[in-house]
């Protein structure tokens, strides 16, 4: 190869990685001009966490961390406070998300990339309803929270729907259904996880009426 054709190879390499490096620098840009106040988000969703985020005025100042972690047991997501801030005062409390980048089913494994947009919202706005449940808890009704939640089925029936209620609440309810959807439709799961997530979580029609009567309220 000479010398003029290195070149010219060289210069439509480089040409044709312009528009990844400008999209990469664009996304960044646009990411650092939204007002994430005391979040700390992977950059792979931060899309999706500044939607449910948005939707939370209430949560605007508190902080939150949302973390991939390997081997969360039974759940994609997981929303607790900070163990070394829960005697502090309430509103200086903070908090993490837990993620799993590799979610396992009864041996079916899910990546995150997997999952739709609209989906990552409903499931992340999910959790924030749970922050929302933990800020106005004491330290002991946190620590209770916790032990009612290991040991109880209704309780922890109680605490998932309440964080669903939460979300709907806040406007999140198309995206609570789609990730309803997204796992009840989804043929590689089984009947037995299914039947677990229509047990202890809103349905889509509880949804449904809980959308119909924020629409009437706000009429």
């Given at each position: 190869?000479?010398?003029?054709?290195k070149r010219t190879?060289?210069?439509?390499?480089f040409?044709?990685?312009l528009?990844?490096?400008y999209?990469?620098q664009?996304?960044?840009q646009?990411k650092?001009s939204?007002?994430f106040?005391?979040?700390?988000?992977?950059?792979?969703i931060?899309?999706?966490a500044?939607?449910?985020?948005?939707?939370?005025p209430?949560?605007k100042?508190t902080?939150?961390?949302?973390?991939?972690?390997?081997?969360?047991k039974?759940?994609?997501m997981?929303a607790?406070?900070?163990?070394?801030g829960?005697?502090?005062?309430?509103?200086?409390?903070?908090y993490?998300?837990f993620?799993?980048?590799k979610?396992?089913i009864?041996d079916?494994?899910?990546?995150?990339?997997?999952?739709?947009?609209d989906?990552?919202?409903?499931?992340?706005?999910?959790?924030l309803?749970?922050?929302?449940d933990?800020?106005?808890?004491?330290a002991?009704d946190?620590?209770?929270?916790g032990?009612?939640?290991?040991?109880?089925k209704?309780?922890?029936r109680?605490?998932e729907?309440?964080?669903?209620?939460?979300?709907v609440?806040?406007?999140?309810?198309?995206?609570?259904i789609a990730?309803k959807?997204?796992?009840?439709?989804?043929s590689k799961?089984?009947?037995?996880?299914k039947?677990r997530i229509?047990d202890?979580?809103?349905?889509?029609?509880?949804?449904?009426v809980?959308?119909d009567?924020?629409h009437e309220?706000?009429r």
């Amino acid at each position: 190869m000479t010398g003029t054709i290195k070149r010219t190879f060289y210069i439509i390499s480089f040409l044709m990685m312009l528009p990844a490096c400008y999209a990469q620098q664009s996304t960044m840009q646009q990411k650092d001009s939204l007002e994430f106040t005391n979040k700390i988000v992977p950059d792979s969703i931060w899309r999706e966490a500044y939607v449910a985020l948005s939707h939370y005025p209430e949560l605007k100042d508190t902080p939150i961390e949302i973390r991939f972690k390997k081997n969360i047991k039974k759940s994609f997501m997981q929303a607790q406070p900070k163990l070394s801030g829960i005697f502090k005062n309430r509103k200086n409390r903070s908090y993490l998300i837990f993620i799993n980048e590799k979610f396992s089913i009864e041996d079916e494994v899910f990546d995150i990339n997997d999952v739709p947009s609209d989906v990552l919202v409903g499931w992340i706005g999910h959790e924030l309803g749970h922050i929302m449940d933990y800020r106005d808890r004491s330290a002991m009704d946190l620590l209770w929270f916790g032990i009612k939640y290991i040991t109880s089925k209704n309780y922890i029936r109680e605490a998932e729907r309440a964080a669903d209620t939460y979300a709907v609440n806040h406007g999140l309810g198309e995206n609570i259904i789609a990730t309803k959807d997204f796992i009840l439709n989804h043929s590689k799961l089984s009947d037995i996880y299914k039947n677990r997530i229509q047990d202890l979580y809103l349905s889509q029609e509880e949804i449904m009426v809980l959308i119909d009567e924020i629409h009437e309220e706000t009429r």
